[in-house]
């Protein structure tokens, strides 16, 4: 966190124009990953059904929209005080995983994309269509995963790049994508924005502002 940083060039993008600075810094690593699981690792296609576990977060407030703007069928998995936000970013069936849990449904999906990483393997592959793909974001998990059958289990490391971003840029300046901020903190108080991330579920993301 700094006022000034260099970067290559290679990495780079320009401002979406409908965005403002604070807006557009929170874009590019949950933005990306979002765009680079759904796309890039799952080849989401129109008409899919698409769940995402931990859609009120960073990354899965940006993988509804790009689920959504890609044309799949999208079901999002949230807490209660998120379901409306969820919502509002067009998902179009929504479960707060306080009252149901969506691996005991009957339900399948053609792709998981798995931000929380709450559920056990087995679980998930139950609800996922014979040939579904299943996308960890999560980092978590053991170092064994033992005999999955079917189940296309694809980790997702992002990857820096412009042509992402343009991408994204595309996407937002188009009004299908937009980033959820939950509170932005000046730069002097990022210590406490760091507290308030690691011990609060964030709506989104949490804005640092230099200006």
């Known amino acids: 966190f700094a006022e000034y940083v260099v970067a290559p060039a290679r990495l780079l993008a320009r401002r979406p124009q409908s965005l403002s600075f604070e807006y557009a810094a929170c874009v590019p690593l949950a933005g990306m990953t979002a765009l680079q699981g759904l ?3 799952a080849h989401v296609a129109p008409g899919e059904r698409v769940l995402i576990n931990g ?3 960073g990354v899965g407030t940006f993988a509804v929209q790009i689920a ?3 044309g799949a069928t999208v079901t999002a998995v949230c807490s209660t005080r998120n379901v409306e936000l969820v919502r509002s970013l067009g998902a179009h069936d929504v479960i707060d995983y306080t009252e149901r849990d969506v691996t005991d449904g009957d339900e399948r999906f053609d ?3 798995d931000v929380v990483g709450n559920h ?3 679980k998930l592959r139950r ?3 014979p040939k579904g793909i299943l996308v960890l974001s999560s980092g978590s998990g053991g170092p064994v995963l033992g005999p999955i059958g079917r189940l296309q289990l694809r980790p997702l490391t992002a ?3 412009a042509a992402d971003l343009v991408e994204l840029t595309a996407l937002i300046d188009a009004g299908k994508v937009r980033p959820s901020i939950e509170r932005s903190y000046p730069l002097a108080e990022t210590a406490e924005a760091l507290r308030h991330f690691g011990e609060q579920h964030a709506r989104g993301k ?3 502002s230099v200006l």
């Open 39 to 41: 796309r890039v690792v």
């Open 111 to 113: 792709v998981i994309f």
């Open 159 to 161: 990857s820096a790049n």
């Open 206 to 208: 949490i804005g640092i």
């Open 127 to 129: 609800i996922l269509t």
């Open 68 to 70: 959504v703007a890609l």
């Open 55 to 57: 859609a009120s977060g």
């Open 120 to 122: 056990p393997l087995s």
